[in-house]
């Protein structure tokens, strides 16, 4: 009953786009998943998404696509922290770190259909992700898009299955 009063929040991720879809406000965000880090011995983050490989350029510094290893779908755990996290911060309503607001609950669904399925270690990354970025529930999910609906019931499809 509580559940159905948490924001939602429906991360897809591949290596080529991250969308985040605030569900109750209907605002989403679809960026390239590559961030730009100074140069030096302690990187910071300069840029995220398509202003990222400028900002490198600029900086002198790095580019990193943490979604893009050819063997597993998280290649960089904290640099995939730190572009999700940016993504839902777009996402979400004005005022949203200035004011006290429920953690949201937040469904991740990966892209695409690795051979042989995504490993425990892929799924457990991934549902961390969520947790990491501030969700207080997070649920991976393999199979077609939801729809808002869905989403807002947290009523999954038969057509796929929660990996977690």
């Known amino acids: 009953m509580l559940q159905s009063l948490l924001p939602v929040y429906y991360v897809q991720l591949s290596p080529a786009e991250v969308s985040v879809l605030n569900v109750k406000s209907n ?6 998943p590559e961030v730009a880090l100074s140069p030096g011995a302690t990187p910071s983050v300069l840029a995220v998404g398509r202003a990222a490989r400028q900002a490198a350029a600029q900086s002198g510094g790095s580019w990193a696509n943490p979604f893009g290893h050819p063997r597993s779908l998280v290649s960089d755990f904290v640099l995939a922290e730190a572009v999700l996290k940016h993504f839902v911060i777009q996402a979400a309503p004005a005022g949203w770190k200035r004011l006290m607001t429920p953690s949201p609950r937040m469904v991740i669904h990966p892209l695409g259909d690795p051979e042989g399925g995504y490993t425990q270690v892929e799924i457990r990354a991934l549902r961390e992700l969520g947790v990491a970025t ?3 529930h997070a649920t991976v999910w393999q199979g077609r898009p939801l729809t808002r609906e869905e989403l807002q019931s947290g009523a999954f499809p038969a057509e796929g299955r929660v990996l977690l």
Not at 27 to 32: N, Y
């Open 27 to 32: 605002v989403r965000v679809r960026d390239l």
């Open 134 to 136: 501030g969700a207080a």
